[in-house]
């Protein structure tokens, strides 16, 4: 018996910087606005799978792939994976699926690289859903023990990361651990982990995200509600999503309620975007 595709799986190869890629991705096409995804370190497309699941989604076209040295994404030269060289695959990969204006929703690094490439291509977004992606030094709990935990042997380094995330008090940092070692290559993380550590210190990413003129929200588990900022970036009128029973990983730890949120945001945001959507030919 033949299995219905609900989304296209394809594999696009390019080069950035002199740097070979072959990357993996899964999208399909619609009417409505475009929806594209990025993953955070150690996860994969797949997080995103499962839009396919939700009827609210129905017709909205997306994009969700590897990000480079990541899943079955390929990079010739992983030393050089930092968030500007993730931003320039993003935006590759997009132009290539013919996406001119979505909405733009990113995790952890993904919520970073996002943001980026929000800041310097507003036109391009009708909403951004930033799911613990890093707008402050506090953000940098994972990338940070590149620093903490200095060791010289990427295999050491990788190894001993692993086994604290296993053992992290957190929703699904067990089950985020146990595939880590099959969702990432050890070459990537130094360089990924020292540029997001760079770049909450030193790059003013609260006035960026806080610039962004288009809906955005900020979503995060409700083991993180000590977060600093979150009073803060309400009032500053970023829409707020806390998500019960949840750490870091609302797509393990609670993904209907993740999903539901990300739904019900969009649609807002939609009406508030109309008439740029009409513009678009998104809207009739």
Known sequence: MSMQQEFNHSQFSFDIDGTDLRISSIHRGGELCPIVFLHGFGSTKEDYADIVRYSSFSNHPFLAYDAPGCGES????????????????????????????????????????????????????????????????????????????????????????????RHSPAFSSALYASSLRHKVRPGAVKTIFESMVHLSDHADLMSKFLGLSFPKMFMYGDQNNNLTYLDHIQSEGVHLEEVPNCGHFPMYSNPPFMWNAIHNFQKAAEKKQSTLLRKYGYLK
Not at 109 to 138: C, D, Q, R, W
Not at 145 to 160: G, N, P, R, S, T
Request: proline share 3%; charged share 25%.
């Open 74 to 165: 390929d990079c010739s030269d992983l030393s050089k994976i930092s968030i500007p060289f993730l931003e320039k695959v993003a935006l590759t990969i997009i132009e290539r699926v013919n996406f001119k204006h979505f909405h733009l929703v990113g995790h952890s690094m993904g919520g970073l690289t996002a943001l980026m490439i929000a800041h310097k291509y507003p036109e391009k977004v009708v909403s951004f859903t930033n799911i613990e992606g890093n707008i402050a030094p506090e953000d940098c709990f994972l990338s940070r023990q590149i620093i903490q935990y200095k060791c010289e042997d990427k295999d050491e380094f990788f190894e001993q990361f692993v086994e604290r995330t």
